[in-house]
């Protein structure tokens, strides 16, 4: 078993010993990504929504602690909404969200496809 002393930043006669998987495990955090079938429901979605002239552009964001879907009716405006997944909420509140443009969460839950039925009834702006 291959071991490592010290990240180099520490004193020399360090008696300080480490793992080298778990070094490396702490340094190479992967993302968080959608796997293919939540993106591909995500985007069969995504798709329907630009027939019906609701949804312009996307953008999608791995970060350490959560994936996100952004959906723009421009793509120089704010997100008109997110879809995230946080697995850190997988046993608490759920592992899908849908948030709006304002921050406020719409639907929360455990099934991807449960979450995206929000989008069922059709959302847009009102006008005056």
């Given at each position: 078993?291959?071991?490592?002393t010290?990240?180099?930043?520490?004193?020399?006669?360090?008696?300080?010993?480490?793992?080298?998987?778990?070094?490396?495990?702490?340094?190479?955090e992967?993302?968080?990504?959608?796997?293919?079938?939540?993106?591909?429901?995500?985007?069969?979605?995504?798709?329907?929504?630009?027939?019906?002239?609701?949804?312009?552009?996307?953008?999608?964001?791995?970060?350490?602690?959560?994936?996100?879907?952004?959906?723009?009716?421009?793509?120089?405006?704010a997100p008109?909404?997110?879809?995230?997944?946080?697995?850190?909420?997988?046993?608490?509140?759920?592992?899908?969200?849908?948030?709006?443009?304002?921050?406020?969460?719409?639907?929360?839950?455990?099934?991807?496809?449960?979450?995206?039925?929000?989008?069922?009834?059709?959302?847009?702006?009102?006008?005056?």
């Amino acid at each position: 078993m291959a071991e490592f002393t010290g990240d180099g930043d520490e004193t020399k006669g360090s008696s300080k010993l480490v793992k080298l998987a778990e070094y490396r495990k702490e340094k190479l955090e992967l993302p968080v990504t959608f796997s293919r079938r939540e993106l591909d429901r995500i985007l069969n979605l995504y798709g329907f929504m630009v027939a019906a002239g609701e949804w312009r552009d996307y953008a999608i964001d791995h970060l350490p602690d959560q994936a996100l879907f952004s959906v723009y009716r421009r793509a120089s405006e704010a997100p008109m909404f997110q879809i995230v997944k946080c697995p850190k909420l997988a046993r608490k509140q759920g592992e899908y969200s849908v948030v709006n443009a304002a921050g406020l969460i719409l639907k929360r839950g455990q099934d991807l496809d449960r979450v995206l039925r929000i989008f069922d009834k059709k959302i847009g702006v009102v006008r005056a």
